[in-house]
Every structure is written in structure tokens, then in C-alpha cells.
């Protein structure tokens, strides 16, 4: 059998000597299976039954070694695989994670164990069956949503994106993983807007371009204070232009109803990223909001670049809907309603762009307002 002594040679070896010759017997025999590659049937069930007997009666380094060994086989069968898993010790998630295939059964013993490092190295593979799937989306572990939500192998949809949506809301490094997929709609992570990078914020307000989304509440207060649109923009540049933030702070939670925390975050983000959606929210058109959004950021050499990202960004996401984004920071919608047919993005492909093909390098839109703050900064001086 597999280029070694017949399985009643092993049987009496096995019998007639201890522990020692046992556990050498053990590691030679699972080396021996290991690289025969292929094997046939009959093959498979001999070195069952001889696997069966040699496991139980070697000791523990011995059964480690040689279930490490084992699993770097070409082919187990389900019990063969059981042997492995219960005897590898330390190695088990290596095992799990390298295996080229992996038993259902397996799978859900790891699971039902609890094993939290194990089933999340589990929710890494790429052969999930429905079932393994849902009982991994039970768990409650931070461990296994996050491995589950860099799995892009695990189309996100139904329940499955419900449940990693909400855990985005509440652990950054799912909403980071999320964030980076181009199969998963990116207004979700709307509550999680602040824990993402620079660059995944603006994917956040690219994914509400061209979209329908419902009313949301906070639109009846921004209502009332749209007709004092101008005067807010020209307070908010006047106190940006002076760096008197913590007031800006103070102005956006009145307006915003947002808290002060959240506001200090609005009012010290330098990237404006944030406060592009309070702007927007309120019906600042792009000349009046860049003027603002000029003297609060900081770009330094990309500065025009981001400026013009933002020109496009006013054209193209509605005051409606960031105001709904910002009901999504204000915890007083259901981003899953977006899941709708009727609020689905119109251009499916719209929020996949990358920020660099937003607007061309020199927009007018941009070139008009700086234009407009240098003549400002002239009379200042003159």
C-alpha cells in the first residue's frame, strides 16, 4: 500500500511494539500518504483504517506532527480531514487556511465550536457553501465580519448585506474592507463616514450621485434655513479665513443638530470631505460652496485637484440626498431603504470611478472661485 508494507504488516508492528515504534509508525505512514498524491479508493480506505488505529495510540507530538503532515495531502476524506483537525494542535488555522479543499462538515464543526479564530479563517476561503455562510454570519465576532467582508468571493446581498452593513456602523475595519469593494454600495457606510480614509469618504458622497433617496427628516429644518443660504456660506468663510474653528463648531451643531463632537470633526476636517455635505445639504451651489471649502481645507500641492473633485461632486449629488447622508450621521434613517429599486443608483458604475477622473485638472468652476478670493484678498490689502 502507497509504496510502503501491506496494512497487516503495520497492524502487527503496531501490536507488537510501544509507544515509541507507534508514533514513528505514525509520522512514516502519513508522510508516505502525503506524497503518494492521487490516491485510489481502495487506497484511501486502507489508510483510514490504518490512521484510525495510529492516531488514537501515538503520543501527543507524534499525532500533532503527523496530522500536520497529513494535511498537506493532495486528497483526504471526510474522516481523514476529522483526523487532522482534531489533532494538529497550534497549526490548525494554517491548515484550514491552506487546505485546497474543505469538507461542509468540517467547516461547521469549527463553527460550532466557537472556535472565533478558526471560523474566521474559515470566512476567508473561497469555498463557502450557503450554509457554512450563514452560520459564520451568526456569529457574533469581530474576528469573522471582517474576514467576511474582505471575502470578495461572498457577493453581498440580502441578509448578508444587511448584517455587513450594520456591522460597518459599528467596526472601522469593516467599513475600511467595504469600502475598497466595487460590488458593495458605498452609501451604506454613510454612518461610518468618519472612520473611513480620505479617499473612501469621497467614494461614500460619489456613491449618492444621480440617486433618488427618501426624505429625510432633517430636511424640514434645512428647509427653513436655505433663504439664508448666502449669509451662511459668508459666515463660514469669514470664520474659516480667520481659523476660528471651535465657533465653527458651535455654528454647525445649531444648524445641524448634529453634537458638538461631530461637529468639531465637520469643522477640523482639512480634507472637506465632510463639510462638502453640510454645504451641499443646505443648497450651496459650487461657486458659493468652494469659496467656503478654499479656506477650510488644505491640499497643499493637490489642492486644485481636490477643488475641481469637489466642483463635479456639487453638480452631481442633489441637496436631497446629502441631506439624507447627513440624516444617516444623525442616526434618524434606514440606509437599507437605498436597497430599493426606486433609490438605486442610476449609474451603477458611477461611485467605481476613482476621484482622479472626476472633473478635468482645470475646472472653471474652481478657477472663478479662487479668481473671486484673490480679488477679495486685494481690497483686503489695498
Known amino acids: 500500500m502507497l509504496g510502503f508494507q501491506p496494512y497487516e504488516t503495520f497492524q502487527l508492528l503496531i501490536e507488537t511494539g510501544g509507544v515509541d515504534r507507534t508514533n514513528t509508525l505514525l509520522i512514516a505512514a502519513c508522510d508516505a500518504y502525503a506524497r503518494r498524491g492521487k490516491p485510489t479508493p481502495p487506497e484511501m480506505e486502507q489508510f483510514e483504517a490504518l490512521a484510525g488505529r495510529l492516531f488514537p495510540i501515538a503520543g501527543p507530538q507524534a499525532r500533532a506532527k503527523g496530522a500536520a503532515i497529513l494535511g498537506r495531502a493532495e486528497m483526504l476524506s471526510p474522516a481523514l480531514e476529522q483526523l487532522v483537525v482534531d489533532n494538529i494542535g497550534e497549526d490548525l488555522n494554517q491548515f484550514l487556511a491552506g487546505a485546497t479543499d474543505l469538507s461542509e462538515p468540517t467547516m461547521l464543526d469549527i463553527v460550532a465550536r466557537y472556535d472565533v479564530p478558526g471560523a474566521a479563517t474559515i470566512a476567508a476561503r473561497a469555498d463557502l457553501t450557503n450554509v457554512v455562510l450563514a452560520k459564520l454570519f451568526q456569529m457574533n465576532s469581530r474576528k469573522v465580519y471582517r474576514a467576511l467582508a474582505s471575502n470578495t468571493s ?180 434606514n440606509l437599507l431603504e437605498l436597497n430599493k429599486p426606486e433609490y438605486k443608483p442610476f449609474v451603477a458604475t458611477a461611485r467605481r470611478a476613482p476621484s482622479n477622473t472626476l472633473a478635468p485638472a482645470h475646472n472653471p468652476v474652481v478657477d472663478q472661485a479662487i479668481e473671486a478670493l484673490a480679488r477679495i484678498g486685494a481690497r483686503r490689502a489695498g
Open 154 to 333: 461572498i457577493v453581498p446581498r440580502g441578509a448578508y448585506l444587511s448584517a455587513l452593513a450594520r456591522s460597518a456602523q459599528m467596526d472601522h475595519m469593516v467599513a475600511e474592507s467595504l469600502a475598497k469593494r466595487d460590488d458593495f454600495d458605498a452609501a451604506l457606510l454613510a454612518p461610518a463616514f468618519f472612520d473611513l480614509s480620505d479617499v473612501d469618504r469621497v467614494k461614500v458622497i460619489q456613491a449618492f450621485a444621480h440617486r433618488e433617496t427618501p426624505k429625510a427628516p432633517i430636511s424640514k429644518t434645512i428647509e427653513q434655513l436655505t433663504v439664508a443660504n448666502q449669509e451662511l456660506t459668508k459666515a463660514l468663510m469669514k470664520l474659516f479665513s480667520e481659523n476660528r474653528r471651535p465657533e465653527v463648531t458651535r455654528l454647525l451643531s445649531q444648524i445641524t443638530g448634529l453634537d458638538e463632537v461631530r461637529c468639531g470633526q465637520i469643522a477640523h476636517d482639512v480634507t472637506g470631505a465632510s463639510l462638502f455635505v453640510i454645504l451641499r445639504a443646505f443648497g450651496c451651489s459650487a461657486y458659493d460652496g468652494l469659496k467656503v471649502l478654499i479656506h477650510a481645507t488644505s491640499h497643499d500641492s493637490e489642492r486644485s485637484r481636490a477643488l475641481a473633485d469637489f466642483a463635479t461632486l456639487f453638480g452631481n449629488v442633489t441637496p436631497e440626498s446629502m441631506a439624507y447622508l447627513m440624516g444617516a450621521w444623525r442616526g434618524e434613517v
